[in-house]
């Protein structure tokens, strides 16, 4: 059995209907991350499993143990869940050591010690102990929140946008070291973040969330290489849709090119294709070439916006110092193995 199972799990405010039937699962260790934008209800669900917010549907189970259900709510106390939350939520009058020594009060004075040495050496500032909150910056905050969240050894771990608060540069880098941690605890955990890069540098499983659905709940390379809704496409990476005909041998008639296709669509059906910029190579030896219609300087890349014979248009990336101008023409060359395609309704 998992460590954590959500069973169509539905929540609703008035008439409102914030949760519609989720499922999902994290083995023991696994790291899951709900990703979506703000009011797709990802921060309800996270909620739920803490126990801070009734379901009106579905269950909850932490192991075997049900925590909720229509007609039972644990106690948010009881759950052995631990809770790392945006603005870190340390006590500002307490030391770095009373802090973690917070959840741990049961344990006796030489027990507390060993595992607060023991956790801060883990999120590597073995030096802190007797520093305040204030004193620390905003990465170090939030390490020292992990570190409290840890300490009782809780059988679920979980994130509510963690490094909402930190600037961009750090936010990619912590996730990492948040991972390397957490793994090492061997704690199952599930985070939420309207962030793509912290949801692929810290989880095994990354959930899409959209008016309060779960669209796909999978691997992040399967979420980017295999999305199963055309919301997934449009918002994982820099895409954009062209139009294009199914034909037989499953290929796709596109104003980009004969594109292939693993899809199962009949002969003649309209479909959106999608176009990653990592679907394009800048190639000046190419016989194909289109427009340049705007760029967009990236300090390492250009993004070139290239317009396409119907006018349409596709986005490619390609080094600095290929400096070319607007209104000229970009040769361009296809990789991808396969398109991935929606029928259009």
């Known amino acids: 059995m998992p460590e954590l199972l959500v069973q169509e799990v539905s929540s609703s405010y008035g008439k409102i209907k914030i949760l519609d039937q989720i499922s999902l699962s ?70 770095v050591k009373q802090n973690i020594a917070f959840g741990i009060s049961n344990l006796n004075k030489g027990e507390q010690q060993k595992r607060i040495v023991e956790l801060l050496e883990l999120i590597n500032l073995p030096n802190i102990a007797k520093r305040y909150p204030h004193q620390l910056s905003g990465g170090q905050q939030q390490r020292v929140a992990l ?41 199952t955990s599930l985070m939420v973040t309207h962030n793509q890069n912290e949801a692929y540098a810290i989880s095994d499983t990354i959930g899409i969330m959209k008016d309060g659905k779960l669209l796909q709940w999978a691997p992040p390379f399967t979420i980017y290489h295999q999305p199963t809704h055309p919301f997934i496409a449009s918002f994982i990476g820099q895409g954009v849709f062209i139009n294009g005909t199914f034909t ?58 290239l317009l396409l014979p ?26 991808m193995d396969h398109a991935i395609c929606f029928k259009n309704c």
């Not at 009782?152 to 490094?163: C, I, R, T, V």
């Not at 596109?254 to 800048?282: M, W």
């Open 26 to 95: 994290l083995q023991k260790g696994e790291i899951g991350c709900l990703l979506g934008s703000s009011g797709c209800g990802k921060t309800t669900l996270l909620r739920s499993i803490a126990g801070l917010q009734a379901i009106s549907d579905g269950k909850i189970y932490l192991k075997d143990t049900l925590l909720s259900s229509k007609i039972k709510q644990t106690a948010t106390e009881l759950r052995n869940i631990g809770m790392v939350f945006q603005d870190y939520a340390l006590f500002p009058h307490l030391t």
């Open 147 to 187: 570190a409290r969240s840890l300490a009782p050894k809780p059988k679920l771990l979980l994130m509510d946008e963690p490094f909402s608060g930190l600037d961009i540069e750090l936010r990619e880098s912590l996730a990492k070291e948040i991972r390397k941690i957490i793994k090492s605890e061997n704690i």
């Open 248 to 305: 037989k041998h499953k290929q796709i008639n596109t104003a980009l090119g004969i594109l292939n296709s693993n899809n199962d669509f009949k002969d003649g059906d309209e479909v959106s294709v999608l176009i990653r910029p990592d679907d394009i190579i800048h190639d000046d030896d190419s016989k194909i070439s289109f427009k340049i219609i705007n760029k967009d300087f990236r300090g390492s890349h250009y993004i070139f916006t």
């Open 310 to 335: 119907n006018k349409e248009h596709i986005i490619c990336l390609s080094q600095s110092h290929n400096g070319h101008d607007i209104g000229s023409q970009l040769g361009i060359k296809i990789k």
